[in-house]
T-cell receptor
């Protein structure tokens, strides 16, 4: 069965500092991997996805993530965090058919300090 | 509409009552998904429709939960004999089809008292 672990419940980063959010997955085949962001009162928004090909994927809002098969990881990074990035971030894994039946992690809440 | 619309945005019901939650997908999207997000957790898959039929309902927790999409557009999630443990945010998403980005609505917060 698929599973996702986000080991950090909360992370606080200073504005302008770099960010890395950790995600580890368990899946028997080549995974489809996603990062979503959820702001208060907003729906889940897709930041980026990995289906195949280049293991470093670029997303919206300056985010990127790197798929590392050997470590079963798909960590999210941003070189310089803005106050507006404060939100809940979810990593998710899907089957080889795409977006249906995603399995989400428990999320990491990002706090941005001035 | 511009995005996925879910109504009501909030619903408070008494234990044992029946509730219906509505999802209006993005126009033209054939795939529709329901997820449930409990407090402090990530969304949990409930059911997925391709057109009018439920392609995968393996996430529905028990037979009190049922969902329909009779005309391949609007979907209704129905919960019978609600329990306090059903309290959660119910999220709906839609996409043009499998393999394409799923867009989420803002959810319906269900509180069972």
């Amino acid at each position: 069965a698929q599973s996702v672990t986000q080991p950090d419940i909360h992370i606080t980063v200073s504005e302008g500092a770099s960010l890395e959010l950790r995600c580890n997955y368990s899946y028997g085949a080549t995974p489809y991997l996603f990062w979503y962001v959820q702001s208060p009162g907003q729906g889940l928004q897709l930041l980026l996805k990995y289906f195949s090909g280049d293991t470093l994927v670029q997303g919206i809002k300056g985010f990127e993530a790197e798929f590392k098969r050997s470590q079963s990881s798909f960590n999210l990074r941003k070189p310089s965090v803005h106050w507006s990035d404060a939100a809940e971030y979810f990593c998710a894994v899907g089957s080889n058919t795409g977006f249906q039946k995603l399995v989400f992690g428990t999320g990491t809440r990002l706090l941005v300090s001035p | 509409g511009a995005g996925v619309s879910q109504t009501p945005s909030n619903k408070v019901t008494e234990k044992g009552k029946y509730v219906e939650l509505r999802c209006d997908p993005i126009s033209g999207h054939t795939a529709l998904y329901w997820y449930r997000q409990s407090l402090g957790q990530g969304p949990e898959f409930l059911i997925y429709f391709q057109g009018t039929g439920a392609a995968d309902d393996s996430g529905l927790p028990n037979d009190r939960f049922f969902a329909v999409r009779p005309e391949g557009s609007v979907s209704t999630l129905k919960i019978q004999r609600t329990e306090r443990g059903d309290s959660a945010v119910y999220l709906c998403a839609s996409s043009k089809g499998v393999g394409t980005e799923a867009f989420f609505g803002q959810g319906t917060r269900l509180t069972v008292v």
